[in-house]
């Protein structure tokens, strides 16, 4: 129940702010908000002892009970490492952002979005229902689309969080359809119960698999759908570092884990998650090399660190396979690597972020070309750059180096095993490891040396550079001080943190032999050979850069994904206009047509097709003489409107009509009817008039004899349908009449006049929708005939 | 050309009163006898809108002070709101119930909540037919 509040909490005050910012005037809002992400964070802390000891902690709210989806808040140790980053990243963001943005941004928008995110992530973590865990997944989204267009007046901000929401929402469709293969094979949408059933023999499973691995792989920026993470760096600093870098790509990843135990010892699983995470790790790294723009830079990083954790994860999957017996343990230490370095990245990836952020904000740009000798400026932002660099680079003495190592001793352990012909190609594996590496050295070093060290350029910067104020400072410090403590007690936080994640991704395994002991020194081993020479290496073409750079020219803007991308939209674009522009012509007349064909062929083909047209006359009343005089008026004024030559006599006509229908119900003895009849006939009528100052004079329309053949016979036709249904109706006998039901309707719903007992009532969730669609008719033709469009809106870019 | 429209206003003031009253009555009737919240609001909203063509829209404004959009939003809320609220007596939503207590004057009256169901579907039937025919007409001002 806690947890679930705990989820509901960001929502609550993202819902709140819109009401109450406007009261927050003495201080920055984001203090406030800042209380929310802290609270949560030490909520969830509570919550590492128990789980280290064992426990999982669920609770069950029956959400639709008739549709088996209940809300069910499962934390567990993989659950649990990830609520800890979103809100222990998400405080520090917070507090960072306070200082990063200006109290003249629309704030309250900022802080709406990131709680919003905040709470969809937890969501997201936290659900055991697949169905929940989809629709938090959509918001997380969501949330980033508006949070990636906060600067909306940009045109780049609004075309990146296009790119991020249609990627990521193309491969969140599919994965909804890879769940709904999962619940149909497993009869549950609980993913404990599906882990704990095997369906790996149905015909769905390997459909169901690809479905969610394209979700997990769109949103965590693997290749080749890792286009929108750069684009998406328009958004504010301290939402790249919270979304695009610790938390939300990683929804990926836990769901590549978190399915692991379902899907992991297939081949097809295997090399899927491991290759292609390798691909993404050395394409990433190879491009981040070539950026100039140091969040860019960071992002092609982030794509190609989500690389690496994803093929751990992978790797790790060969334990489902083998089994845990002692030779064989030692694969699930790639799911540890994993895991490890996870939390590492967040970390030094994080820091890094708010480095660039306070480049950005205190001298003015981000490119390197126009960066350099910052150091003796910007001292503590140079330190914490550094280490962060460094770290990123793996490193010693800092926490990137020791799951780089464990990253390097797991491929060089899987290269050698011999399932899923790894035996063939399986050496590939380290050597695509390392010089993915040489790479990630390489932009670690740019990222430092161009920025901070070589030669200041004041002349190319708009403003005087600066050291950033203590406030901006406190989060990258505080995330380099676990940087390097994690070095140091790497196996506290293994214990801790991430042991019990290791139990609850491997539930049937021994578990102290599963959790290995990280240590910093483990003689000199080829995982130590491969950093030392990374170092070499990376600094020898870091050197010859400017030699090497024009291999970046063969990947040409028009052979990138980006283009691939692009085509693909403005293709999209302009043939659903040419689509929309064939039919809707603007031409009532027209739009009349695909009404009345399409409701001749379905009702007059559906009575006809299914042989259910009857009529039987015999048992009708007498018509009376009055009914008689009616029914002529009626004719006469039917006919007549066709001739009628200005609008004002068809709309009287037409009245008419109405009033007689109206009368009608009057002799069969239904008042209502004929209330609502004659009062809805008033309203219209006026309504009519109205709206004929908008109108032309009335002209006969000039037509081509077949076209007026054409709606000639549809006329007919509709007409025709009518009145079959009229007659039809009496002795249509295909389902069971409802009106039984509506006879003890006194005794049900308290009421005598069962009209109202079925609008008001038996009926009354159709009447709800109905009052709200009038609602928003209404607001419809208020908006379209009083609210006009701004002439022009200047501070958006086309 | 000024239409002379004596007779219409003269009307007007006399029958709009017996609309309003039949409209008020209709939504009270409607539990058992011939009426309701639609049926109720769409004569109430008949009324106004006669009001209208008889005054101009400023007369009447002062004579009936309401923003329609609010009364049409505050219908909205109540039918929705009527539906939710059976949520927290956990029970399906939308339920409704009522209630027979014998008052005074009245006698035996029923009490229910569908009664705030329809008063919601009335306000939002005189408040969006209102602002339609008020939105479109306006124009001709401007």
Known sequence: MMILLAIALPFLIAALIPIFYRHVRQIHLGWLILVVPVSLFIFFTRFIRPIASGDVFIYTYHWIPSFNINIITYLDGLSLIFTLLITGIGSLVTLYSIFYLSEKESLHHFYCYLLLFMGAMLGVVLSDNLMVLYTFWELTSVSSFLLIAFWHHRKASRAGARKAMVITVTGGIAMLAGFLMLAQMAGSFSIREIIAMDISSETLFIPAMLCVLLGAFTKSAQFPFHIWLPDAMEAPTPVSAYLHSATMVKAGIYLVARLSPVFGGVYLWFWLVTGVGLLTLLWGSFNAVRQTDLKALLAYSTVSQLGLIMSLFGVGSVAYHLGYATENIIYTQATFAALFHLVNHSTFKGALFMVVGIVDHEVGTRDVRRLGGLMALMPVTFTIAMIGSLSMAGLPPFNGFLSKEMFFTSMLTIAQADVFSLQTVGVFLPIIAWIASVFTFIYSVILVYKTFLGKFKPERLDKRPHEAPIGMLISPLLLVVFIIGIFIFPNALGQAILKPAMASLYPDAPLTQIVPHIAAWHGLQPELLMTIGVVVIGLILFKLLPKWRRVYGIFTRERSFNALYNNTISFAERSSLRITNRYMTGDITQYFVYIYVFFVAVIAGYFLWSGAFTYDMSKDSKIEYYEWILIFVMIFAAVYILFAKRRMTAVLLNGVLGYCIAFFFVTFRAPDLALTQLVVESITTVLFLVCFRYLPDMRAERKSRSKRNFHVALSLFTGATVTMIGLAVLNYDRFPPVSAYFNDALALAGGANIVNTILGDFRAFDTMLEVVVLFIAGLGVYTLTKLKPKKEAPTHED | ?142
Do not use: C, W
């Not at chain 2, 429209?5 to 029958?15: E, F, G, H, S, Y």
């Not at chain 2, 109720?40 to 008889?54: N, T």
């Not at chain 2, 505050?74 to 039918?79: D, F, I, K, R, S």
């Open chain 2, 1 to 142: 050309m000024k239409i002379n429209d004596v007779i219409l206003r003269t009307v007007t003031k006399a029958v709009v009163f017996i609309i309003l009253t039949l409209g008020v009555y209709l939504f009270f009737a409607g539990h058992h006898a011939p009426g309701g919240g639609f049926i109720g609001g769409l004569v109430l909203a008949s009324g106004i809108v006669l009001l209208y063509l008889a005054y101009d829209i400023e007369t009447v404004h002062r004579g009936v002070p309401f923003n329609f959009k609010k009364v049409a939003a505050v219908g909205v809320l109540l039918a929705t709101g009527t539906g939710i609220g059976s949520i927290f007596f956990d029970v399906p939503f939308l339920t409704q119930t009522g209630k027979y207590i014998t008052l005074p004057i009245l006698g035996k009256t029923s009490f229910s909540t569908v009664t705030l169901f329809e008063a919601g579907v009335a306000l939002t039937v005189v408040g969006t037919v209102v602002t339609i025919i008020l939105s479109i007409s306006e124009e001709e001002e401007g």
